[in-house]
């Protein structure tokens, strides 16, 4: 069987599909956050390890050079500073 083969750009688009998908998964969250001004179903472990895990990604990713990854996971991060601001 062949490898799976995506031109560049077509591996930059996964990155950046992926990586917003991932972003965007925390606006529910962070919307419910402000209309009930609750944080109390949130973990705080979870929150700060989820932080620490894409803190990490993101360093790995502008290591490597691979913006289509980086770009969207900063916003991730910045979706759970915004998430634990509120806790």
Same mark, same amino acid.
Do not use: H, N
């Given at each position: 069987?062949?490898?799976?083969?995506?031109?560049?750009?077509?591996?930059?688009?996964?990155?950046?599909?992926?990586?917003?998908?991932?972003?965007?998964?925390?606006v529910p969250q962070v919307v419910k956050l402000l209309l009930t001004r609750s944080a109390a179903d949130i973990s705080l472990l979870w929150s700060l390890?989820?932080?620490?895990?894409?803190?990490?990604? +993101? @360093?790995? !990713?502008? %290591? *490597?050079?691979?913006?289509?990854?980086?770009?969207?996971?900063?916003?991730?991060?910045?979706?759970? +500073? @915004?998430? !634990?601001? %509120? *806790?």
């Amino acid at each position: 069987m062949e490898p799976l083969s995506l031109s560049e750009a077509g591996r930059d688009a996964l990155g950046y599909v992926g990586g917003g998908i991932l972003a965007l998964s925390l606006v529910p969250q962070v919307v419910k956050l402000l209309l009930t001004r609750s944080a109390a179903d949130i973990s705080l472990l979870w929150s700060l390890l989820y932080l620490l895990g894409t803190v990490l990604s +993101l @360093v790995y !990713l502008l %290591l *490597i050079d691979a913006l289509a990854g980086a770009i969207p996971v900063a916003f991730e991060v910045a979706g759970c +500073l @915004v998430t !634990l601001g %509120l *806790i």
